[in-house]
């Protein structure tokens, strides 16, 4: 039985300013959810309220039987949820070894942390030679492997990731799209924001677009007939 | 030669407390991106504390700097928040809010112990105080080799809290980025809080060597305030590490100038030199943060 990741109605927003007119959706645990939009659409609003960077003002966020809704930020990795900001969010002082035992911050077995680090760290040989380098000295890459390595420590059900693609060149989007599909495989529910639809499209088993603080469409890749539809949707028309 | 040596050696001793002085507020910068103008208040506060420790319970300043320093931890965490609260706020400038919060608590701590302990010096009485130890040509006051070994135990014991422990990781990820820290799992505020007390502690017991020293009144804060933020601008806003060096050249420039060309040019001269060294690196000596 797979978990669901869900917004209910969802309000929110910036200081004083509603960004968010009640949202819902939902993310299933072993698929990708994408959420398109154009800029100032809400779309990394909805997820900054999900990891509790910012307050829900109305709406309920739930993860299976369990209420979100409220939670400090620091709270909710201990659900299972691990958001990786835009750029990937490592910390540049910090060696790549430190970046990955930050990902079990919210663990207290620190032996199984330690464990799981190795495991994770043979994945990416490039990373093992370079395990006491600050993060800050490699390339953009090499920081985005360390950013997902340390996503995968603490064993997340939910990834949810704003804009991986953001500020990449070609050949790395494509290679964060399979890392993408690589966390599909290991069985976690990822939520993602993109800009870059034609690179996130084929990677999708679902679909929100938001326009202006609102859901425009939900649905599926196979929903989407052809890209003058895709782009109807996108800038906000009707389905 | 020998006074050279002297002077040296009284400018190692006291850099070393300055150090001790200065590491917190550094730390606190770095973390809470506050600028503490009570970092002065806190020292003489930790002064005042040795002193009645002495009068009421008979404790060496030797001995009650760590009733001390657990003290002013205790007060730390339970002002921390309040900072903590300013600081994060939503309303425009807490940057400059949190600097004004600072200031009026140091003008508070200033009038309280004017109102309470008047305007008379306090000295603290050590059993170390008077004794010296002859090392060739130079003299070496025990008092100020022990308040040296203190400081530097202190500022030792904080780094490798900082640099060898998972609270000191959580430390260190927030003064890099406070958002990301937060969603790695870090209860920032929480933290923040600690490092305010391990601060307002630190900072305290460096209050309770400089009493031993010289003595305590209530106007000997704005001087340690100052003296602080030469060191943190020298040593480069948020850089702990940079505080090791800053602190010794403070010590040093002080005490060569105190010897060679009359203690009243000191601070013309310290200050002189902060110019000199920020013209060639505007970021402090070491360019970076913890």
Redesign the interface.
């Given at each position: 039985m797979s978990t669901e990741l869900s917004v209910t109605d969802l309000v929110t927003g910036y200081?004083k300013q509603e960004i968010v007119h009640g949202v819902s959706m939902a993310a299933r645990e072993g698929e990708i959810t994408c959420v398109f939009g154009p800029n100032g659409s809400g779309k990394s609003t909805v997820v900054k309220a999900i990891?509790?960077?910012l307050p829900v003002w109305r709406g309920r966020l739930q993860l299976g039987e369990r209420e979100l809704t409220g939670l400090?930020?620091?709270e909710v990795?201990?659900h299972g949820i691990?958001?990786m900001?835009q750029g990937g969010?490592v910390?540049?002082?910090?060696t790549v070894m430190?970046n990955l035992?930050?990902?079990g911050?919210?663990l207290r077995d620190?032996a199984w942390v330690a464990q799981r680090i190795e495991a994770l760290i043979d994945e990416y040989p490039s990373l093992q030679r370079r395990r006491h380098v600050a993060a800050g000295s490699l390339s953009g890459g090499e920081q985005m492997m360390v950013a997902f390595a340390r996503a995968l420590v603490?064993d997340p059900t939910f990834v949810l990731l704003d804009e991986p693609s953001a500020g990449l060149s070609p050949a790395l989007v494509s290679e964060t799209m399979a890392r993408v599909e690589g966390l599909r495989e290991r069985g976690v529910g990822v939520v993602m924001i993109e800009q870059n639809i034609r690179e996130a499209l084929p990677v999708a088993d679902r679909l929100y677009i938001l326009a202006g603080g609102q859901r425009k469409f939900a649905g599926t890749p196979a929903d989407i007939h052809d890209d003058r539809h895709l782009m109807t949707l996108y800038m906000g028309g009707a389905a | 030669m020998d006074l050279l040596l002297q002077a040296l050696l009284n400018g190692i001793l006291i850099g070393g407390i300055l150090i001790c002085l200065t590491i917190g507020f550094q730390l606190t910068f770095g973390v809470l991106h506050v600028i503490d103008f009570a970092v002065g208040g806190w020292v003489m506060l930790g002064g005042y504390a040795a002193y009645w420790a002495s009068q009421l319970l008979g404790l060496d300043p030797f001995i009650s700097i760590f009733l001390v320093f657990a003290l002013f931890v205790a007060v730390g965490c339970a002002v921390g928040p309040l900072i903590y609260h300013v600081r994060t706020s939503?309303y425009a400038r807490p940057d400059l809010m949190a600097l004004a919060f600072t200031f009026g608590l140091f003008i508070m701590m200033r009038g309280g112990a004017l109102w309470l302990w008047s305007f008379d010096s306090r000295s603290v009485d050590s059993w170390l105080s008077g004794h010296s130890l002859s090392l060739g040509p130079v003299t070496v006051p025990l008092l100020r080799l022990s308040a040296f070994a203190m400081a530097l135990l202190l500022a030792v014991g904080l780094f490798v809290l900082l640099y060898r422990s998972?609270f000191g990781?959580?430390v260190?990820?927030v003064a890099?980025?406070r958002?990301?820290?937060?969603?790695?799992?870090?209860?920032?505020k929480r933290i923040s809080a600690y490092v305010y007390g391990l601060y307002t502690g630190i900072t305290a017991s460096a209050g309770v060597l400089l009493a031993t020293i010289y003595s305590v009144n209530p106007e000997v804060g704005v001087r340690y305030t100052l003296f602080a933020f030469f060191v943190a601008v020298l040593a480069g806003l948020g850089s702990v590490g940079g505080v090791l060096v800053a602190g010794l050249l403070l010590g040093l420039v002080e005490s060569l100038v105190g010897t060679y060309v009359g203690t009243r040019y000191s601070l013309l001269v310290v200050f002189a030199t902060l110019y000199l060294v920020l013209l060639v690196s505007p970021k402090g000596i070491l360019q970076?943060?913890?």
């Amino acid at each position: 039985m797979s978990t669901e990741l869900s917004v209910t109605d969802l309000v929110t927003g910036y200081g004083k300013q509603e960004i968010v007119h009640g949202v819902s959706m939902a993310a299933r645990e072993g698929e990708i959810t994408c959420v398109f939009g154009p800029n100032g659409s809400g779309k990394s609003t909805v997820v900054k309220a999900i990891a509790g960077l910012l307050p829900v003002w109305r709406g309920r966020l739930q993860l299976g039987e369990r209420e979100l809704t409220g939670l400090p930020v620091h709270e909710v990795v201990r659900h299972g949820i691990v958001m990786m900001p835009q750029g990937g969010g490592v910390f540049p002082r910090f060696t790549v070894m430190e970046n990955l035992r930050m990902g079990g911050y919210s663990l207290r077995d620190t032996a199984w942390v330690a464990q799981r680090i190795e495991a994770l760290i043979d994945e990416y040989p490039s990373l093992q030679r370079r395990r006491h380098v600050a993060a800050g000295s490699l390339s953009g890459g090499e920081q985005m492997m360390v950013a997902f390595a340390r996503a995968l420590v603490p064993d997340p059900t939910f990834v949810l990731l704003d804009e991986p693609s953001a500020g990449l060149s070609p050949a790395l989007v494509s290679e964060t799209m399979a890392r993408v599909e690589g966390l599909r495989e290991r069985g976690v529910g990822v939520v993602m924001i993109e800009q870059n639809i034609r690179e996130a499209l084929p990677v999708a088993d679902r679909l929100y677009i938001l326009a202006g603080g609102q859901r425009k469409f939900a649905g599926t890749p196979a929903d989407i007939h052809d890209d003058r539809h895709l782009m109807t949707l996108y800038m906000g028309g009707a389905a | 030669m020998d006074l050279l040596l002297q002077a040296l050696l009284n400018g190692i001793l006291i850099g070393g407390i300055l150090i001790c002085l200065t590491i917190g507020f550094q730390l606190t910068f770095g973390v809470l991106h506050v600028i503490d103008f009570a970092v002065g208040g806190w020292v003489m506060l930790g002064g005042y504390a040795a002193y009645w420790a002495s009068q009421l319970l008979g404790l060496d300043p030797f001995i009650s700097i760590f009733l001390v320093f657990a003290l002013f931890v205790a007060v730390g965490c339970a002002v921390g928040p309040l900072i903590y609260h300013v600081r994060t706020s939503r309303y425009a400038r807490p940057d400059l809010m949190a600097l004004a919060f600072t200031f009026g608590l140091f003008i508070m701590m200033r009038g309280g112990a004017l109102w309470l302990w008047s305007f008379d010096s306090r000295s603290v009485d050590s059993w170390l105080s008077g004794h010296s130890l002859s090392l060739g040509p130079v003299t070496v006051p025990l008092l100020r080799l022990s308040a040296f070994a203190m400081a530097l135990l202190l500022a030792v014991g904080l780094f490798v809290l900082l640099y060898r422990s998972r609270f000191g990781l959580a430390v260190r990820a927030v003064a890099q980025n406070r958002d990301h820290a937060g969603l790695m799992g870090v209860d920032v505020k929480r933290i923040s809080a600690y490092v305010y007390g391990l601060y307002t502690g630190i900072t305290a017991s460096a209050g309770v060597l400089l009493a031993t020293i010289y003595s305590v009144n209530p106007e000997v804060g704005v001087r340690y305030t100052l003296f602080a933020f030469f060191v943190a601008v020298l040593a480069g806003l948020g850089s702990v590490g940079g505080v090791l060096v800053a602190g010794l050249l403070l010590g040093l420039v002080e005490s060569l100038v105190g010897t060679y060309v009359g203690t009243r040019y000191s601070l013309l001269v310290v200050f002189a030199t902060l110019y000199l060294v920020l013209l060639v690196s505007p970021k402090g000596i070491l360019q970076r943060g913890i």
